[in-house]
């Protein structure tokens, strides 16, 4: 396990990585880079895919290629009955998409939702995109119910709501703006895909992108009005 100097850091990704951008690691290489480690372990979870093997080898192919030891943990085959140790070994924890109702749902019952928050305390990355992004916040906007765009309680290890996608499914930010208006989420950020916010502690560190014109936004209400700020990322130029 990693200590960070026991730094909470969370990498929260709207979308990218190695499931929506096989050729464009920039994402995923950050994320190994933030973990400080000259070979960092980590751990994919794609519990809100229904643990996919389609996934997994998605995972396992994408990372052998870089420095660091991957692994996955299903909650549907288990490899350990002590799921506690082996995620705390862990440099990095990164949560798969899916459907994030059913993941909540799955980690409470195996007990995940302490887990992670212990994980996130002693200093291991928690990462993820989509359902992996949403679920470290106290709110998150999710199509898990087919047809709706809903309002998830999450774990909360973020203050504030989350919206992924905002750049690519176009109902999203209409979506977010209404539930904003009529007081049933709140404030909080917004991610095109391809975008990572970097929270250290409780604080938003850095935004990255692995794309040149992808942006993040933070969506507040002031004085009854919705105002949607740009919050415009550092380009991984470097990483290829």
């Known amino acids: 396990m990693t200590t960070n100097n026991l730094s909470r850091q969370i990498v929260a990704m709207g979308g990218g990585g190695f499931s929506m951008e096989p050729g464009n690691p920039r ?63 862990q440099d990095i924890i990164y949560v798969g998409g899916g459907n994030t109702k059913n993941l909540m749902a799955l980690w409470k019952e195996w007990g995940l939702d302490r887990i992670l928050r212990e994980a996130w305390e002693e200093g291991v990355i928690l990462t993820g995109l989509s359902a992996g992004s949403i679920c470290w916040f106290e709110e998150g906007l999710t199509d898990s119910i087919p047809g709706l765009i809903t309002v998830l309680p999450c774990l909360g290890l973020i203050k504030g709501s989350n919206c992924p996608h905002y750049d690519s499914e176009p109902e999203r930010r209409p979506a977010y703006h209404n539930l904003r208006a009529q007081g049933l989420v709140s404030d909080g950020y917004a991610t095109d895909d391809g975008v990572g916010l970097h929270f250290i502690d409780d604080t938003l560190h850095k935004v990255v992108s692995s794309r040149p014109q992808a942006k993040a936004y933070k969506l507040e209400k002031i004085n009854g009005e919705i105002r949607e700020t740009v919050l415009e990322p550092i380009y991984l130029s470097q990483y290829i």
């Open 27 to 89: 994402l995923d290489k950050y994320i190994l880079e933030v973990s400080n480690q000259k070979t960092s372990k980590i751990c994919f979870l794609p519990t809100a895919s229904g643990d996919s093997d389609k996934y997994i080898v998605k995972f396992y192919s994408a990372f052998s290629r870089q420095q660091c030891k991957p692994s996955h943990l299903s909650l549907f085959q288990p490899h350990t009955a002590d799921l506690r140790s082996f995620l705390l070994e």
